[in-house]
């Protein structure tokens, strides 16, 4: 049997999945969004950025969208990324797995205050 490279999911695949949850976005924004999301915590590079991307495509988890910015972008090789139900499916499965992780966390004391 071959190995599930999404079995557990990745954080760099699972901060991509939920960048892509709330829009459409291209690789550097996807970046950047990650960035955010996590206060800077995570910060992806242009490798694992995109062979992330490259396992989500193949897994039928995100697929390449035909959003395009204003026509006179100074970039048209730019390609977007959707998450599809599968990748939100997956999403919500590894969100459930870390709130169940965060609960135990805090049931042993080892995390208090804001996380759970």
Known sequence: MPKR?????PSAA???LLALAGD?????????????????RIRLGPGT???SIRV????????????KEAENSADERRRYYRITSG???LARTE????????RLARSKKILRGRYV
């Open 56 to 67: 989500l495509l193949e897994n039928g988890l995100i697929e390449e969208s035909s959003v």
């Open 14 to 16: 699972f901060q991509i």
């Open 5 to 9: 490279t999404l079995d557990p999911l």
């Open 87 to 89: 990748g939100l499916k």
């Open 49 to 51: 950025l995109y062979s």
């Open 24 to 40: 459409e976005l291209h690789g550097y924004a996807i970046m950047r969004q990650v960035a955010q999301q996590t206060g800077n």
């Open 95 to 102: 969100a459930e797995r870390l709130a169940d992780v965060l």
